[in-house]
């Protein structure tokens, strides 16, 4: 369908803002993705309309972004879903936006803007609401913002169909993590909602979301960053309750990121990505479109016989971070082979061809060189990848956790908050924005880097970072569980358990399986004795456990406050 199209279009760089600035015309900016079925029919029917593409050529400078490729660019003109069409000033202020237009709309789209363009020309700009302060709510993390956070998701909470919300209908995945340690009830409902609904019990992996509250209208693409999150909510459910069926779902979504989205990694013995496959080394591709609406009604012998839906063969690192991320969560608990097999891989290349000195490229291989490096989003799931890998596998990745963290807080601090990526590029991306979910879990996996190394600077930056939203607490949704779960972690301190075995060994694998997916182990540590665990909370700390049945119970006196101080 592209192939229709008869704009030409430019990249979002520079000489496209100078070429609209020499012109004196509006951008027309069109934001899509691979995976979005409503931009297909919108390249195939609207900009393939020849008066169409001429009154765009006549009169704008036309530019096309890809939302996975581009995320900061996504966040800042994003009209409410893809596509987003949106008119912007030569200084990437915004004019216009709206989302999916056929001929007509656009028409009437292109009309209005030129005579507001004829009348105030550059005036006819504005610039969105989140990127017109620096300032933040600022505010003092107290346990009120927990229970305001609970309260949220109480309130969201759909009694009748499941899940939060009415429509349309997403997954979750933060929010049903926050629910598991807090309101078990309400978290086994959301979670059965999402599996029976957007799981796809044919091809394994989740759905992206449903337009209606009965979850029916399911939109049938698979993103890489929303099945990780999701293996690993269901993963983590499975920790809690013990019920296999949470299991199960978990591991449907593994087969789906092990099969359909695994790309074996191409080498030659010089290390240059252009020859024979390496089975053991690879990663993820970022995502899957939807198929023929038609093949989701049939039985499994007419979906076996239909084509499989196209896959966005791009490498994202921070996506792949948070699938390896997953993998190792629902290894820990079941000891899945499989699991921690590509969990390695994938950690192999993103730490090779990911990740240099500290600083996350967002796409590995990127031969059209026109990804950002440095996003917040991508250096907070790496670090994350990297904790995690140590406290499951025991992987030697300290080092490499501080160099991210370092240079996360060098390049992208600004005062006490986070911005989303270098101040730099063209339209808006010059302008700060501070995300406030990204900055939450960047701040909880700070925390978790500072209990592993002894180094309170961490900690003390993180808490810097949760406070400065903290003014905004009773006014936050659904969205923003990650906040919630942060601020927790901070005010109650997370369980941690030390242990002086290697990973695998029974005192681990016991540690591992505590009911408490905000905790943090540790194996190889070597502040404890060998074949011992010390279990801690604060300064609260127990005796040392020798094997798994001592270990319960030290977790139940530090939980109760009666460990040694």
Known sequence: MADEML???NDWEADAFATARANDAPILLSITASW???CDEMDAETYADPRIAAAIGDDFVPVRVDADRHPRVRDRYNSGGFPS????????????????????????????????????????????RALETTDTPAGALE?????????????????????????PKFPYPAALEFALKRDIDQARRAFDAVGTNLLDDYDGGFYRFATERDWSGLQHEKLLDENAALVRAFANAYLHTGEDSYRTIAERGIEYLTTTLWRPQAETTDGAV???????????????????????????????????????ETIYTGKNALAIDALLTYAAYTDDERATRYADRALQTIRTSGVTDGV???????????????TLVDQTRVLRALVTARSVVGTDTVADAQAVADETIARLRDGDSFVDGPTEGPGLLSRPLRPLSVTAEFADALLDLALLTGEDRYRTIGRSALEAFAGASDRLGVGAAAYGTAVARYL??????????????????AAMRIADHEKLVVPNATDVDPDTAVVSRGTNTAEPATDPESLGTRVTAVLDGDGSD
């Open 7 to 9: 704009v030409e279009w």
């Open 36 to 38: 979005c079925r409503p």
């Open 85 to 128: 069409t949106v008119v912007l000033t030569p200084d990437g202020e915004v004019i216009a936006g709206a989302g999916y237009l056929d001929s007509d709309g656009m028409r009437q789209v292109l009309t209005r803007v030129r005579e507001r363009w004829d009348e105030d020309g550059r005036d006819a700009g504005r610039i969105p």
């Open 143 to 167: 346990s009120t913002i927990v229970s305001q956070m609970m309260g949220a998701l109480q309130t969201a909470a759909d009694d009748r169909a499941g899940g939060w919300g009415d429509a």
């Open 274 to 312: 252009n020859g024979t496959r390496d089975e053991t080394a690879g990663a993820f591709a970022g995502s899957q479109a939807p198929g023929d609406p038609a093949q989701y009604v049939q039985d499994a012998t007419g979906r076996e016989r239909a084509d499989d839906p196209p896959v966005d």
């Open 360 to 374: 996350v490229d967002h796409v590995i291989d990127d031969t059209a060189g026109t990804g950002p490096t440095c």
């Open 492 to 509: 109650d301190e997370p369980l941690v358990i030390r242990v002086g075995t290697d990973p695998g060994s029974d005192l681990h694998r």
